[in-house]
Structures are given as structure tokens and as C-alpha cells.
């Protein structure tokens, strides 16, 4: 039981081509794969390589380290509120402590919501979850779960849209769409229970064979494989090579074991129509209206360090020899929890984007998406909203390796083929490889829906009392709120729309051909695709152009007036 909360824990944790001038900027330049191999890239660039410059490093980060070098030096700029959507957030954590945003309306633990905001003793920002220290880790259904729990009384016995009423054609649509997955889902699950007690039988057969050899069971890899080369018989042959390549890989019946319980605890949580995944929450996940609930408790339960990494790649105290370096420790993080293991709900998100509008956010990063959404327009309605109130929302693209142009992922500035704000960008995922594999492995990517690319790959971050390496388009999202904060901190006059605007111009470009990305257990296509054509920026954002690009536009804020 001990290896499956571990299982469990783990499974809880991805041409410098601007239109300004030339005398600003710095030189327009193509960056192609002859130019990338200019330097090679040393083990000392692995600190921090998302902060390196193409040109000086030949790494293809973000240039913050020349922006603070040749730009923010003894530069002051002014605070900046990011409110960071995501899972529970570490606000003691050593590096992170004093960038947490303090809502100075609110008395703290007097059990009344001073600043009538809906929210009592909001000090730090909302818990949506609703965990507590104490509580275990909380589990939600996937979104195509609670689809096929909320209409399958109403449609599972139609077979046809023509059967039934105008008005549920869409709903209809959703739900099939949802029990198509839902079926592929269980099968796999269950496919996986069979394969996982197939492996233990082979383990235990070979185990046996072997035992006549070595009565003790004390053998060896390598004896095992000398073993093979002197026995005659295929199937005994098959078993002993097959006890070896358990033995080497650490699998035995107990691994096998924990792995099936997970599988199963997989179909009893986030797989099962009947799982209550609303417990701690206590309220109507398909009534917007229905609140308050949960509590202020961001911090929660800590076994999820999700928020946390965003949190201090984003904001982390610069400079102090603790943890790492934030982008930009001008800010104060907000910290509003609402994910956990499973897919988000759209009325948590819908209201922490509300609460960050209406609390002082500047920035919303929200790293997380799901391939199915019940309440599209409520996420929306939320985003207009911050649009209103001239506030950006910044979040990650995906690892499903799947162009997103074709497939579904939420939220979205994309309502059925058309953009409905200017305040959203989607971020897909870089490394720090100048060649075909540009973009990490299993990005996703689209024209029309990724806006730009970041370093996500490989990239320190902090994960509750420790420093940690991690991949994905969560991270990738999170430089990008980094960069955009320090857009607002040195040109508070700029609007989000401009401040999007300004990033998807002045980002680097690369002349390269790359592999697309794929999903994992497909095979990957070998045909090389232009960089440019997996983005609709075709680019990977750079904090001193951007720096430079904002000097510009906000000088011709100022003539203007």
C-alpha cells in the first residue's frame, strides 16, 4: 500500500523578426541551423538556459539575462499581482514567502468578509478544492466522465440526433463524443490490469525455472543470461529471458501488483460515473451561482508542488542564493486552487478568473487544459471579463503531442472557429536544442491556436523545500507570465492587448525545419515541417526584445497625449 501512495503521489505530479526599427532592436537576424552550430552548448549553460541569448550563447532562451544586463540595470519598475489558477500553492516556501500577494481589505481569521467580496479572510487568495492539512489527495473525475454522469440518463437510449429534440443536438453531440472517449479509457485501463498480470505470470514462471538452477534465488543478471545459452528448450529458454529483463528493470510480483491496484484505483476515481468528486467542495458543480464553498486555506494539503513550480519560475526571489531565479521578482503571486488530480471544472475556473479580475490581477497564468469542456461559455464570460477589466491570461497548450487546430483544449480563446478575445495567449514548449527538435516532443501545436512558443524543457524550478527539473507546456506558460509581468512592471501603461501584441512581434524566429510533435505510443512522423508553421507567431518569445519593443510603443503612448 505504501508503493501505491507513492504511485499515486507521483502519478500527481511541459530570426529575431520585429517591426520595429533596426536601431533598437537587435539585429534582424534568421537564426538557421549553420548558425547554431556556432557554440557548443557546455554543462554550465544547464543552470538557467531558458535566460541565455541566442546570439551570445547560442541557446535559444528568452535573453533575460542581457535584458537585466543592458536594460533594467538600476531600472525601477512597479509591482505586478499574477494570479496563478492552479493547484495548491506552497506560500511558505523559503524562495517564494515574501512575492505572496496579501489582500490588505481583509482582517485576517475574524471570520467575516471585510471587503464584501464574497470571500472570508481571503488573505491569500481562494482554495476552490476546498482540501485541508490533514486531507489526502483529492481526486476529480475527467471532464468526459462528468459528461456522460450528467446526460447519459437523458441519451443513452437515443442512437440517432434526428430522435430527439432541436434544443439537445448539441448536448447530444458532446455526450457521444464524451462516452466514445470514456469506453476507450475504461478498455485501456483495463488493458493495461491484463498486461500488468501477464507480466507476473511470466515473472513467476520464469522465477521457478530458475529456481532449480539456484535453489537460494540468488542469481544474477548476467547469470541468467549465461544460463539461457546452455538450455535447449525455446519455452524455458523464453522464460529465464524474460526473469532477466524483470530482474534487471527491478520488476517483480509486488511491482505488478501495486500497478494493478493503481490501474483499478484509476477506474474507481477518475473513470467511475458514480464517484462523488465533488466531496470537500460540497456545493452544485453545474450551478454557477451556487457559492460560496470551499475555503482560504491556498496552501491545502502540499502533496501537489504544481502551483508551486509555476509560482517560482515566475516570481522566485532573484539573486538571494536561495532556490532559483524568477523572471521577475517585481510581483506578487495570488494564489487561487483549483486543480487536482484529474480535470479542473469550469465553474472553479470560471470564478478564479473572476476573483483575480475583480482582487487586482494583472496577469492570469492558468497552466492546465483539458480535451472536453461542459461549461465553455462560462470559462469565456470569465475571460471577457478580465478583457473589460484590461487583464492578460496566459496559458499552456498541451502535452498530448496533437495540433490543436483539429482537436479540442480548453480553455480557449477559440469558440467554434472564431476568436472571441484579444487578452489570451497559448503557449506551446521549446528546448534547448537548435535542430529538428526545436519543439519538445509531445508540445502541442497549432496554427490558428498557439500563439508562441517558450522554454519549457528541462527547466529548474522549486517544488515545496527543494529545486527540481521538470518538462512541459505548464512551465512554458509560466516564462511567458514572467515576461509579461515584466512588460507591466516597467510600462504600467500599457493595456494587455498591447502587451500580447508586443510578444508575439518581437519573439525569435528560426529558419529550421523540425519534427512535429506526436502523442506518446504513436509513432513519430519523420517528415520536417518549418518551425514557423506550428504557431501562429511562428516564434519563441524573448524578454529584451519585448523590453525594447514596449520603450517603443509606450514613447508613442506618450506623444499621443
Keep these: 500500500m505504501k508503493n501505491l501512495k507513492l504511485l499515486i503521489i507521483l502519478f500527481c505530479c511541459a530570426i529575431i523578426a520585429c517591426t520595429s526599427s533596426k536601431s533598437t532592436l537587435q539585429k534582424s537576424q534568421i537564426i538557421t541551423a549553420a548558425f547554431a552550430k556556432k557554440k557548443a552548448f557546455t554543462e554550465t549553460d544547464n543552470q538557467n538556459w531558458h535566460f541565455k541569448d ?16 543592458e536594460l533594467l540595470k538600476n531600472k525601477k519598475g512597479d509591482t505586478v499581482i499574477v494570479a496563478v489558477i492552479d493547484t495548491e500553492l506552497d506560500i511558505a516556501q523559503e524562495d517564494l514567502k515574501n512575492q505572496i500577494w496579501i489582500n490588505k481589505d481583509e482582517i485576517p481569521n475574524n471570520g467575516i468578509d471585510d471587503d464584501n467580496n464574497g470571500y472570508i479572510d481571503d488573505v491569500h487568495g481562494w482554495n476552490y478544492v476546498g482540501t485541508k492539512k490533514g486531507d489526502d489527495i483529492l481526486y ?31 448536448n447530444f453531440k458532446l455526450y457521444q463524443k464524451a462516452y ?18 501477464r507480466i507476473k505470470t511470466r515473472y513467476k514462471n520464469g ?63 477518475l473513470l467511475n460515473v458514480n464517484y462523488n468528486d465533488r466531496s470537500s467542495a460540497n456545493d452544485n458543480s453545474d450551478d454557477i451561482n451556487d457559492f460560496p464553498y470551499g475555503n482560504n486555506d491556498v496552501q491545502g494539503i502540499q502533496l501537489i508542488s504544481h502551483a508551486t513550480q509555476i509560482a517560482s519560475l515566475i516570481a522566485a526571489k532573484r539573486n538571494n542564493n536561495i532556490g532559483i531565479d524568477g523572471i521577475n521578482d517585481l510581483v506578487q503571486i495570488m494564489p487561487l486552487s483549483i486543480a487536482t488530480v ?18 487586482g490581477a494583472k496577469i492570469i497564468n492558468m497552466s492546465l487544459g483539458k480535451e472536453f469542456s461542459m461549461y465553455p461559455e462560462w470559462v469565456n464570460d470569465a475571460i471577457k471579463h478580465a478583457q473589460d477589466r484590461n487583464i492578460l491570461i496566459i496559458t499552456s497548450a498541451g502535452n498530448n503531442g496533437l495540433n490543436i487546430d483539429n482537436n479540442d483544449d480548453f480553455p480557449t480563446d477559440n469558440l467554434r472557429g472564431v476568436e472571441t478575445v484579444k487578452n489570451f495567449i497559448k503557449v506551446g514548449n521549446t ?48 516564462v511567458v507570465s514572467g515576461v509579461a509581468s515584466l512588460l507591466f512592471s516597467y510600462y ?12 508575439m512581434q518581437s519573439g ?13 505510443g504513436e509513432e513519430r512522423n519523420p517528415n520536417k515541417v518549418p518551425f514557423n508553421s506550428l504557431s501562429k507567431s511562428g516564434k519563441i518569445i524573448n524578454a529584451y526584445n519585448a523590453l525594447l519593443l514596449a520603450e517603443e510603443v509606450s514613447k508613442k503612448q506618450q506623444r499621443k497625449k
Excluded at 443513452?156 to 439537445?168: C, F, T
Design 342 to 359: 484529474g480535470n479542473e471544472f469550469d465553474k472553479d475556473i470560471a470564478l478564479a478568473i473572476r476573483y483575480a479580475v475583480d482582487n
Design 54 to 69: 541566442i546570439f551570445e550563447d547560442s541557446i535559444p532562451g528568452i535573453s533575460l539575462d542581457k535584458a537585466y544586463r
Design 431 to 478: 528546448s534547448k536544442e537548435i535542430n529538428s527538435k526545436l519543439i519538445f516532443s509531445n508540445s502541442n501545436y497549432g496554427k490558428n491556436n498557439v500563439d508562441i512558443y517558450a522554454p519549457g524543457t528541462k527547466i529548474s524550478c522549486l517544488a515545496r523545500s527543494e529545486e527540481v527539473i521538470d518538462t512541459g507546456t505548464s512551465l512554458s506558460s509560466a
Design 180 to 197: 466514445m472517449k470514456y469506453n476507450s479509457e475504461v478498455e485501456n485501463k483495463n488493458s493495461e490490469i491484463a498486461r500488468y498480470k
Design 508 to 520: 525569435t524566429s528560426y529558419d529550421l525545419m523540425v519534427l512535429k510533435p506526436y502523442p506518446i
Design 140 to 170: 476529480t473525475s475527467y471532464e468526459y466522465v462528468r459528461i456522460v454522469r450528467r446526460f447519459d440518463s437523458l441519451f443513452r437510449d437515443y442512437n440517432l440526433i434526428s430522435e430527439m429534440p432541436k434544443e439537445d443536438y448539441e
Design 492 to 503: 504600467p501603461n500599457l493595456t494587455a492587448k498591447e502587451v500580447k501584441d508586443i510578444i
Design 207 to 269: 522465477k521457478s525455472i530458475a529456481k532449480k538452477y539456484f535453489p537460494k534465488e540468488d542469481y544474477t543478471v548476467d547469470q541468467l543470461d549465461s544460463l539461457k545459452s546452455i538450455i535447449s528448450d525455446e519455452k524455458v529458454k523464453k522464460s529465464i529471458s524474460n526473469l532477466a529483463y524483470y530482474k534487471k528493470y527491478g520488476i517483480d510480483e509486488s511491482w505488478c501488483d501495486n500497478r494493478v491496484d493503481f490501474e483499478k484505483f484509476k477506474l474507481n476515481t
